[in-house]
Each structure stands twice: as C-alpha cells, then as structure tokens.
C-alpha cells in the first residue's frame, strides 16, 4: 500500500496557493487528507481537490500536528510565525517566501541543480527566488561543464509576481486605457499597463533593488560558489503571468553555443527552443505560461567577451518559479522516510 502523507497548504486563496493545491492533484502526490489555509478572511472558501470542495480553514487555529508536511506561501511575515510553529508540532515545512532564505541551516532547493540538500532540513526547506529558479535550472549544467564567473542578467518579470491584486490593476488599466479612460495606480509606483518599470521591491543604498540582491545571493548559496559575479536588473514588464530573462554568461572554461545547446536538451526541466528562424523562440505567453518548463532560446556566443554565452530564459513564475519547485520539493522529501 503507497505511504500518504497528510498536507498543509498555507495561503491556500493565493496565486501559488492554488498553484500547489492544482499540481498535488495532477501530479498526483500521496495525499492522506488535504489541509488548505488562509488568514480569516478566506475561512470557509472552498477549494476543490480531486473533485471534492474542502472549506478553507483558518491558519491562526491550525493544529499543524495532523500533518506531515505544510506548503506555505503567504509572504515573510505569515512564515515567520507560524512556520517554526508547524516544526515544532513535528511537521516539515516549504516556505516559498523569502524568510529563510538566507539562513544558513536552511537549504535553499532547486530540485533540477541541488536536489541532495533537501536532506539537511531542520524542520524548514526554502524555495528561491521565482527568477533565480528559472536562471539556474538553465545555467546548472552549464555551470557543472565549464564553471560560470559571471552573469549578467536582465529580467522582464510578469505582474503575478506581486499577487493578485497586481493581475487585477494591469487587467484594470488595460480595459480602460482601451476605452480612452484615465488611470490610478493603486498596487504599482505608476502605470503598468502598456509600460515597464525597472524597479522591484525597494532600493538599498547600492541602488540594487531587494529583487536584483536575492538573485545575487541566492546564486551563490545554490551553487556553493561565493566567486560567481552577479548584477541583476529586474524589470516588471505588462504580462500576466511568466517571467523572461536576458542573461549574459561568462564561463571559467571555454564552451560553444553547440556545446550548451547539447547540454541543455539532455538537461531536466528545461525545453530548448532556439530555431534560427522568426518565432524560433520561446515567450512566456506563447510557451510558458501554464506549463512546467523552464524554456531556452536564443543560445549564442557573446561576440564582446571571452567565453561568453547569451541565453533567453522563459519560465511561468507562479508555476515553476513558486508552485511546481514546491511540490517537486515535497516529492524528493518523500522518496525516504523523515
């Protein structure tokens, strides 16, 4: 008889939440019974599961002893509290905020580049960066053939990286800039809809955005390798949902854009679409949204540096950037018993 472990979804109501809750099911992970959670607000909401409705329980009155692992993604300060609350109770626990992140006993996982660190838990597993998943799923085998000392990258990050209510306002402004309307800017610094702006999350005194410094480190803690340089630029571009990404590489060792084609298309996780022809190229409309894999185009050798390589990185960021690593998580979690 298949094991099953009893699940906690925290944050249920949200984009990944329902994410996690959609992939449990089609990835059919051995649930026992399925907790979802929200603050009060949500209390009582259904949420449909393998054809059933289960009502949406409230997470300040959750016993996390009736379950075995919980997936939360309901921001920093939700975690915070409750998540050391939950491994008290015996329960392991996938945080995809960043709370844990850069706490040194807490693995930071992506399943396809470090798979062996879920086993060093304490209790809390974290899941990256929604851009740094995508950037390193593309650049791990590159990375383990020949070495990277530099990435610079520019990401271009859909709006469902900051929630719903950021779907909503790019869907609001959208409709009535159509109609010849004025808009607000309610969620974003100003208009999002028909504009990119080169700023997420606020500025340190570098000028580097808390976005652009995640990536920088959680590289470096992914890969063990403090030496890698990395100067992000993150944009939030009018798009619903995948985030794309222009990285430029420089590799310790010299490697071929045939070389890395090669590496890629035997690589996990990844689809290589990168035909030298008009629309030989993958975007996250198109391609990406909806699916699991982190798609590669544009593979070519950097004709300014020396072993330099340049990669379009296209990924759903609720979905493999969030949801999907996950569950992935969860699913190396319990190929052992823990």
Same mark, same amino acid.
């Given at each position: 008889m298949t094991q099953t472990y009893n699940v906690a979804v925290v944050g249920a109501t949200g984009l990944v939440g329902e994410a996690i809750v959609e992939l449990l099911e089609s990835r059919d992970f051995p649930v026992g019974e399925l907790f979802v959670l929200a603050s009060n607000e949500s209390a009582g909401k259904p949420v449909y599961f393998k054809g059933r409705s289960i009502k949406v329980g409230d997470l300040a009155d959750f016993d996390f002893s009736q379950v075995q692992i919980?997936?939360?993604?309901?921001?920093?300060?939700?975690?915070?509290?409750?998540?050391?609350?939950?491994?008290?109770?015996?329960?392991?626990?996938?945080?995809?905020?960043?709370?844990?992140?850069?706490?040194?006993?807490?693995?930071?996982?992506?399943?396809e580049v470090n798979p062996e660190r879920v086993r060093e838990h304490c209790g809390i597993i974290a899941n990256p960066n929604c851009s740094t998943i995508q950037m390193l799923v593309a650049l791990a085998p590159i990375y383990r053939y020949a070495g990277i000392r530099r990435i610079n990258v520019a990401t271009y990050q859909a709006v469902s990286g900051a929630g719903r209510q950021a779907v909503e306002e790019l869907?609001?402004?959208? /409709?009535?800039? $159509?109609?010849? @309307? &004025?808009?607000?800017?309610?969620?974003?610094?100003?208009?999002?809809?028909?504009?990119?702006l080169p700023q997420i999350d606020s500025l340190d005194d570098s000028g580097y955005s808390g976005e652009e410094l995640k990536m920088v480190w959680e590289t470096r803690k992914i890969l063990e390798d403090d030496e890698i340089a990395v100067t992000p630029t993150c944009v939030r571009v009018p798009v619903?949902?995948?985030?794309?990404? /222009?990285?430029? $590489?420089?590799? @310790? &060792?010299?490697?071929s854009a045939l070389e890395v084609r090669e590496l890629l298309q035997q690589a996990p996780g990844i689809e290589v679409l990168d035909e030298a022809q008009d629309g030989g190229w993958a975007t996250p409309v198109t391609e990406a949204a909806g699916k699991d894999a982190v798609f590669v185009s544009r593979i070519r050798e950097d004709i300014t540096a020396e072993n330099g390589i340049n990669l379009w990185v296209v990924s759903d960021n609720v979905r493999k950037g969030a949801a999907l690593n996950a569950v992935q998580i969860a699913e190396l979690l319990i190929r052992e018993p823990f």
């Open positions: 919980a997936l939360f993604s309901a921001g920093s300060a939700v975690a915070a509290e409750y998540a050391p609350r939950a491994v008290d109770a015996g329960c392991v626990v996938i945080d995809n905020s960043s709370c844990f992140r850069n706490e040194p006993e807490v693995p930071l996982v992506v399943p869907a609001r402004q959208t /409709a009535l800039l $159509l109609n010849a @309307r &004025d808009v607000d800017n309610q969620h974003f610094a100003k208009q999002m809809a028909f504009n990119v619903f949902f995948g985030h794309s990404e /222009a990285v430029h $590489l420089e590799t @310790r &060792d010299p490697i």
